[in-house]
Structures are given as C-alpha cells and as structure tokens.
C-alpha cells in the first residue's frame, strides 16, 4: 500500500507540473520572441526540476513541450528536437540541487567542448555565448567550494534556487547549441552559410537570452522556496520522501 501510495503522489506530481509547464509553452512570448525559446516553458523548467527531480522533472518538462509545441506549431518540425533542451535543462536543475555538480561539470565540459572543436565556431563571435561561460566559471567556483565548504557553512535556499535555475537554464542553452552547431543542424535544417550563422551569433540571442534568464531566475528564487514548503508540508516533497524511504 505504501509502494502504490507513493506511485500515486509522484504521477499526480508529474502530471500537474506538466499540465503547468504545457501552458507556458503554449504561450508565444510578444516582444521576446527571439533568442532560445518562444514560450514561457523557461520560467517552470527549472523548478520543475528542482522540486520533482532529475528524474521526474525531466519527465514532466518532456511531456509538456511535446504537448506545448503540438498545440502550438513552432516555425519548423525541428523545434521538438531543440526543445528537448528543455527537460535537460530540469534534469540538470535538479542534479545541482540535490548536490550532484560533478555530474553536471561533466555535461557542461563535453558540450562546450564539443562547441570549441567545431571548425565554424572559431567564425561565429565570442561574445554570442557570453551567458554560457558565465555560468561554466560559476559551476567550477560551486564545485571547488563544494570541496572546502567549512563546517557550518549553509547557503540559503532562495540563493540555491536562483543557482539551479541559472545552471539548468545555460544547460538547456547549451544542449540547443550543441544540436545547431556541432551537429550542424544550421546546415542540415535551415541551410544557413557559416556566415548568416555569425549574424545570427552576434545578435538578438546574446542580449534577449540572458533577459530571459535573468527573469526565471528571479521567478525560482521567489515562488520556487514557498511552493517547496507546500510540498514539505503536505508530505509530497519528493526528496524527503526518499530520505524517509531509506529511513525505513
């Protein structure tokens, strides 16, 4: 009974943050169209991730952009490739949350290093991914401070969310990049030259992006801590369910 009781929580869990994130998705941000993402979906993947899991965040987020992008139609079929970058990004939330940054450091060093060894990275300008290494010098100095963190040393837990959310977002970036770069999706789907892909590189992205960023960022640290005591209280917390689980 308490195995089929804790199935029941987590699949009412992932539905409802689904059925949340699929109605941002839907929603075509005016006057912020460009950049990395059309819809809302940025400001719900990270605390999807954050307050589901790894794995449940990304289950959730999955579900909605598949649903999201069905209802409504992006410019090509090949946006629900790239917005696979969405419950990547909430799988990587929610692995840095949960304190798992070595992982993370891993997906960030083999994306951009998949980037950098790209022949038509070294023609597409330095500063159109500026956010993204931003983020990889913060994961490094996180990771070496996890290391000598001293006794006692406790960050707070809206600072917490706004870290995962600005870590899981710039992962989400960087999964899209990886696709339309070194998988050369800019030849293969949109037939782009090197050069009308530097163009593209030097602006709007690297100015609306981080815009968009900053705001789910500061969504996360505000509502992402408050919904997260709901969660406790109510014992549906899934991160206190498994300590309890292998407390059992």
Same mark, same amino acid.
């Given at each position: #009974? ?29 006057? =912020? ?18 307050? =589901? ?10 579900? &909605? ?24 990004? &909430? ?9 798992? !940054? ?9 994306? +951009? ?10 023609? +597409?300008?330095?500063?159109? #991914? ?18 000598? @963190?001293? /006794? ?23 999964? @899209? ?6 998988? !050369? ?13 530097? %163009? ?9 992006? /981080? ?6 960022? =500061? ?6 801590? /408050?919904? #997260?005591?709901? %969660? ?8 206190? !369910? ?7």
């Amino acid at each position: #009974m308490k195995a089929t009781g804790a199935k029941t929580r987590r699949i009412a869990l992932i539905s409802l943050f689904a059925v949340l994130s699929t109605v941002l998705d839907s929603i075509v941000a005016p006057g =912020l169209s460009s950049g990395v993402w059309y819809g809302w979906v940025f400001v719900m993947s990270p605390i999807t991730g954050i307050l =589901l899991g790894p794995k449940d965040g990304f289950i959730a987020t999955l579900i &909605s952009v598949m649903v999201g992008h069905s209802l409504v139609f992006r410019e090509t079929v090949y946006e629900y490739i790239f917005t696979i970058g969405a419950p990547v990004g &909430s799988l990587i939330s929610g692995l840095v949350f949960r304190g798992d !940054r070595g992982k993370v450091l891993i997906y960030y060093t083999f994306m +951009l290093s998949s980037y950098f060894i790209t022949q038509v990275s070294r023609s +597409l300008p330095l500063w159109g #991914m500026w956010d993204v290494y931003f983020a990889y010098i913060v994961l490094w100095v996180v990771v070496v401070l996890d290391g000598v @963190r001293m /006794p006692g040393f406790e960050v707070k837990t809206r600072n917490l969310f706004a870290l995962c959310a600005f870590l899981g977002l710039e992962a989400d970036i960087l999964f @899209r990049i990886f696709v339309l770069v070194p998988c !050369r999706a800019y030849e293969h789907f949109y037939s782009l030259t090197p050069e009308a892909l530097a %163009l593209l590189w030097a602006v709007p992205a690297p100015l609306i992006t /981080p815009i968009k960023v900053a705001l789910s960022v =500061l969504v996360a640290a505000t509502i992402g801590p /408050p919904i #997260m005591g709901i %969660l406790k209280e109510s014992g549906l917390f899934p991160l206190d !369910r498994l300590k309890e689980d292998s407390v059992d």
